[in-house]
C-alpha cells in the first residue's frame, strides 16, 4: 500500500479520502532535518503553507510521486525541483478563492472602523467612542490590483457596497474588467486615486516589492493597503515608516514577507495596521474544499491516473483533462506503439490530431504520446511532468499538425515515429466514448482494440500466408486471441496484428521472417 506525509493541518475530509488507497501518517511541525529524514519513506507529501518543500527534501524523497498543496500558493514549493524528478505538484486553485476574497474585504471594513482596536478597548474594559471614529467606504475608489479569481469575487462585492472600482491586471481584457464593474487603468493612476489598494497578485519577480517607497509615495496620505495575497509584495519595511510618517492611512496584511512574522516595526504600530496570522484560507468550508480536491488528486495519481490540477504539467486544467481525458489515454499507448514498432533511438515524433481533435488543446496529447513513447526507455521513471524534458534531453523533435477533415471517426491521433531503424506510423480512434482501436499502422487500415501482447507482420497479400503463421506460432505453444489483415490493394502488401496470450518466446521473430512472403515482424507489449 502507498504511503502519504501529512505534513500540515487539513482537513480530516482530506484524510478520509486518502486512506482509501493509502496509509496516511499526519506529522505536524517537522523540522526541515525531521523531514528529510523520513521522507525517503512516502508516496506522496500533502502540505498548506507551513511547510516548506525544498531541493533538499525532494531529492530526499526518493519514493515520492507527488506533492499535494491543499491551497493555491506552490511558492512554498520548489516546483522546478520537483518537474526535474517527475514528481506532479497539484493544488486546489478554486477552493479557497471565497474565504480569500472574503478575508480582503472583513479587512477593508475592519481597518476603515478600527474593529480589532476598538473591540480590545472594550475588553479591556473601556467605554472610548472618540478614539474610533471610522471612515465609510461608499463611494470610495477601491484599487484592485490582479483581477483574477479572487480580485474579481473582492470586486464584485465592493461595487455593491457603493465602492467606485479600478483595477490593474496586464493579462485581464478592458471587457472583462468591465464585466465585473471595473475600469482597467495603469498602476501609476490606480496608486493615485484609490482609497483603498488591496493586492491579489501572486508573487513573482515582477510583483516582489511592487509597493515600495517609490510606489507608496505616490498615493494618497489616506490610502490604505490590504494585502491578502503573498508575503513580500509590499515592502514591510518602507511600508510601515510611510505609515508612521503619515504618508499613507494604514494597512491591513494577512502575509508577511517571512512567516511565522517575526520581529517587525509593523507590530508597533495603533489602529491604522491590522496583522491577521496567514487566515485568508482558514475557514472551516475553504478548509474542506482544499482538502477534499488535493486529496483526491492524489488518490488519482497513486492509482495511476493524471490529476486535474497539476501546476507541473503545461496545459492541463481541470476543464481540458475531463475533455482530453480518453484521449490521452489513446495518445499513450499510440506513443507506446509507435515507439516500439519504430525501435532504436526515435528522433522525429509527428502528431497529428484529425477530426474534432483538431480543434483541441494539443499539449496534454503530445506530453501523454512522449510518455507512452519513452515508456520502453524509461519506464516508471516517466510521466506527464517530466515526459516533455526527457524527449528534449535526447533530442526528439515534435512536430504537430492539424487536420479537421477525418469523417470515420469523431477524432483520430495519428503518430509517425522516425528514429535510426527507420519510419513506422500508427493512428488510433475511440470507439464510444474511450474504447481506443488501432485504425492504421505504418498505412495500413486495420480496426483492432490494442491488446497486452501484440505481434505485427508486413507480408505479401497471397493464399497460405496466414495458415503458415498460424501453424508457426501454433508449434511454440503461442495462442492467438484475435487477428487482423489490412491491405491497400489485393495480393499487394499487407499489414498482419494479432493479439496473443502471452509474450512472444525468444528467437519465433527471426523463424517468423523466415516465412516466405512475410518481410518483417514487430513484436510489442502494451
Ligand atoms: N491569504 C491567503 O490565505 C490566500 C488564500 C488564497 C490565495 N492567496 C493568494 O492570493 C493571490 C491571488 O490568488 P487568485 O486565486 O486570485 O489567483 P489568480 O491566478 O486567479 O489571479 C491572479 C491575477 O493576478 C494577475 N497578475 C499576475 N501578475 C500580475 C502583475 N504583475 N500585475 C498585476 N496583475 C498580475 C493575473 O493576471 C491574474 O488575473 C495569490 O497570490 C494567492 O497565492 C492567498
Ligand atoms: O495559497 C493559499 O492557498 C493560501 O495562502 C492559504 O494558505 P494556507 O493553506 O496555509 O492557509
Known amino acids: 500500500m502507498s504511503k502519504v506525509l501529512v505534513s500540515d493541518s487539513i482537513d480530516q475530509a482530506g484524510i478520509d479520502i486518502l486512506s482509501q488507497v493509502a496509509t ?22 500533502m502540505i498548506r503553507s507551513g511547510t516548506r518543500v525544498t531541493q533538499e527534501i525532494i531529492d530526499a524523497g526518493t519514493q515520492l510521486k507527488i506533492i499535494g498543496r491543499a491551497g493555491v500558493g506552490v511558492d512554498n514549493v520548489d516546483v522546478p525541483a520537483a518537474t526535474r524528478r517527475g514528481i506532479v505538484v497539484v493544488n486546489s486553485p478554486e477552493g479557497n ?28 474594559g473601556a467605554w472610548d467612542r472618540n478614539s474610533f471614529v471610522g471612515a465609510e467606504v461608499y463611494k470610495k475608489t477601491l484599487g484592485v490590483v490582479g483581477l483574477g479569481k479572487i480580485g474579481s469575487h473582492v470586486a464584485a462585492v465592493a461595487k455593491t457596497m457603493g465602492m467606485k472600482l479600478l483595477a490593474y491586471d496586464p493579462f485581464i481584457s478592458t471587457e472583462r474588467a468591465e464585466q465585473i464593474g471595473c475600469q ?90 491590522i496583522l491577521t496570522p496567514h487566515l485568508g484560507a482558514s475557514t472551516t468550508e475553504a478548509q474542506v474544499n482544499v482538502a477534499i480536491d488535493v486529496a483526491e488528486q492524489i488518490r488519482d495519481v497513486l492509482l495511476g491516473l493524471p490529476a486535474r490540477s497539476a501546476v507541473n504539467i503545461p496545459g492541463l486544467g ?118 481506443i482501436h488501432l485504425t492504421d499502422v505504418d498505412g495500413f487500415p486495420i480496426n483492432v482494440p ?6 505485427f507482420t508486413l507480408h505479401r497479400d497471397m493464399p497460405g500466408i496466414i495458415g503458415k503463421l498460424g501453424s508457426l506460432l501454433g508449434s511454440f505453444n503461442v495462442n492467438i486471441a484475435s487477428m487482423q489483415v489490412g491491405r491497400k490493394i489485393v495480393r499487394g502488401d499487407a499489414v498482419m496484428a494479432l493479439s496473443i496470450d502471452d509474450p512472444l518466446p525468444e528467437g519465433i521473430l527471426d523463424e517468423i521472417i523466415k516465412v516466405p512472403g512475410i518481410r518483417d515482424a514487430y513484436t510489442v507489449t502494451l
Open 24 to 45: 496516511v501518517d499526519v506529522k505536524l511541525g517537522l523540522k526541515p532535518a525531521e523531514l528529510i529524514a523520513i521522507i525517503g519513506e512516502y508516496d506522496a507529501l
Open 318 to 435: 481541470p476543464d481540458v483533462l475531463e475533455e482530453l481525458k480518453p484521449y490521452m489515454q489513446l495518445a499513450e499507448t499510440l506513443g507506446n506503439l509507435v515507439g516500439q514498432l519504430a525501435g532504436g533511438r526515435v528522433e522525429v515524433l509527428n502528431i497529428r490530431l484529425q477530426g474534432e481533435l483538431a480543434t483541441n488543446k494539443s499539449q496534454p496529447l503530445i506530453v501523454a504520446a512522449l510518455k507512452g513513447l519513452l515508456y520502453q526507455a524509461l519506464r516508471e521513471r516517466v510521466n506527464y511532468v517530466n515526459a516533455s524534458i526527457e524527449a528534449k534531453e535526447r533530442g526528439i523533435r515534435v512536430i504537430e499538425t492539424r487536420d479537421a477533415s477525418i469523417r470515420d471517426y469523431a477524432g483520430t491521433l495519428h503518430l509517425e515515429a522516425t528514429g535510426t531503424l527507420g519510419t513506422h506510423s500508427v493512428t488510433g480512434a475511440l470507439l464510444g466514448e474511450r474504447e
Open 184 to 273: 482597467l487603468v495603469e498602476l501609476d493612476l490606480l496608486f493615485q486615486q484609490a482609497d483603498y489598494i488591496t493586492l491579489h497578485i501572486p508573487k513573482t519577480p515582477e510583483t516582489t516589492h511592487l509597493i515600495n517607497a517609490t510606489t507608496l509615495a505616490k498615493m494618497k496620505p489616506t490610502a490604505r493597503i490590504i494585502n491578502c495575497a503573498r508575503g513580500g509584495i509590499i515592502d514591510e519595511v518602507a511600508l510601515a515608516a510611510a505609515i508612521k510618517a503619515g504618508k499613507i492611512g494604514g494597512a491591513a496584511l494577512d502575509v508577511f514577507e517571512s512567516e511565522p512574522l517575526g520581529e517587525s516595526e509593523l507590530r508597533s504600530l495603533g489602529k491604522e495596521v
Open 450 to 455: 490494442p491488446s497486452k501482447y501484440m505481434l
Open 97 to 124: 478563492t471565497i474565504a480569500a476574497a472574503e478575508h480582503a474585504l472583513a479587512m477593508i471594513l475592519a481597518l476603515s472602523r478600527h474593529i480589532p482596536d476598538a473591540n480590545a478597548s472594550v475588553k479591556r
